[in-house]
């Protein structure tokens, strides 16, 4: 991707861009609502973004892996959105959750290319959010707080401003102002918020936690801390090494695992799910009210599988800590291969397609083993 961003002051090579990066072509033809995009389809808006982002100033004078960092997330932004239109039978076209759609599309292109974690994950977030900045600031001031320092732990809100200035300068619309006085505004709440050009600093990660936990929290109060036992939830694709991980790392702790219940009731993946969690959920109950620290072991890929669970951990006075575990693919595929109770190479395919790494604002500690 490096090789492919333009230096400051120079156009991007759309050529070469388009025949290395073969995913910008089913950009091309995907429409768009005219109302918000007279411009043209996505791949002739997705064009008009970079080229505002590397026209600008701003961007020259970024650093090296911030320019890369907001040229990929340009360049990647609207990928999603040939997967999500849907045209209503007025003709009038949308793309709902595009934007998280995205990004996971994104996660999984960038692994693919060999990109690195940091930088990927940086990227991801860019993605998730780049509209964001387009409306926050018409929303409840508290909420729009509480958004504007999410974002901030996983990418830096000034880099997300510039993104959302070039997705505005790159379309042709009612009314363009509007959307670029709306980011000033962004940048101007996130500096009142002591998170524009990095993360919000919170005072320990227990307030963190309660922060996002709990509407309306003051996000620098010290939120006293009642935690009485410590789950390690462990995270990753089937294969990426989660079990050696543990094995290796944490020896001693008491193992809720799918697989090992899974094995136990002697059925493969996807059978008898139910029964499976069901099990599984009596399992930790029982290490929660004990107060006994243990391991969660499973895929949890997803963050709303991940928010259910960590929900029931939180309800007994649990700290957080998840562990995600990450291989290359070659690495991935080679590893469930071995693995007993191997996953099916189109059940891997599916979690990939809706695969969301864990972050800041779910957990008191996010560990990541690169593998």
């Known amino acids: 991707m490096a090789d492919l961003m333009p230096a400051p002051g120079v156009a991007p090579d759309w050529i070469a861009l388009e025949s290395e990066l073969p995913w910008l072509n089913d950009l091309a033809g995907c429409p768009h609502d005219p109302v918000h995009h007279a411009e043209g389809d996505v791949l002739v808006h997705t064009r008009m973004v970079v080229e505002a982002l590397t026209a600008s100033d701003a961007w020259a004078r970024l650093p090296e892996m911030d320019r890369l960092c907001v040229f990929a997330a340009a360049l990647l932004h609207d990928i999603a959105k040939p997967a999500t239109t849907r045209i209503d039978a007025d003709g009038r076209v949308s793309q709902p959750g595009h934007s998280r759609k995205g990004a996971i599309m994104a996660r999984a292109i960038l692994w693919r290319m060999g990109l690195p974690f940091a930088l990927r994950e940086r990227i991801c977030t860019l993605i998730l959010h780049h509209q964001i900045p387009l409306f926050l600031i018409e929303k409840d001031p508290l909420e729009a707080r509480r958004r504007a320092i999410e974002i901030s732990l996983g990418a830096p809100n000034h880099l997300l401003a510039m993104l959302a200035e070039a997705d505005a300068r790159g379309r042709i619309c009612r009314n363009p102002q509007r959307l670029l006085d709306n980011i000033e505004l962004f940048r101007e709440l996130c500096a009142e918020a002591d998170c524009l050009e990095a993360a919000f600093a919170f005072p320990d990660d227990h307030s963190r936690v309660r922060f996002f936990e709990t509407r309306g929290t003051d996000p620098g109060h010290v939120q006293h801390d009642d ?108 590893g469930n291969r071995r693995r007993a109770g191997r996953v099916p190479d189109p059940v891997i395919d599916r979690m990939i397609s809706r695969w969301e790494i864990p972050d800041r604002t779910e957990a008191h500690e996010i560990a990541v083993v690169l593998r």
């Open 227 to 334: 935690t009485r036992l410590t789950v390690t939830m462990l995270a990753g694709l089937p294969g990426a090494g989660k079990t050696s991980w543990l094995k290796r790392a944490r020896p001693e702790l008491p193992v809720v695992g799918l697989d090992e219940i899974r094995t136990g009731f002697g059925v493969d993946h996807g059978e008898i799910e139910g029964r499976v969690l069901q099990e599984a959920k009596a399992r930790a109950k029982a290490h929660l009210r004990a107060g006994t620290d243990f391991a969660w072991s499973g895929t949890n890929i997803g963050r709303e599988t991940r928010s259910q669970w960590i929900g029931l951990f939180r309800a007994y006075g649990a700290r957080v800590r998840i562990v995600y575990v990450e291989t290359d693919e070659p690495g991935l595929r080679h």
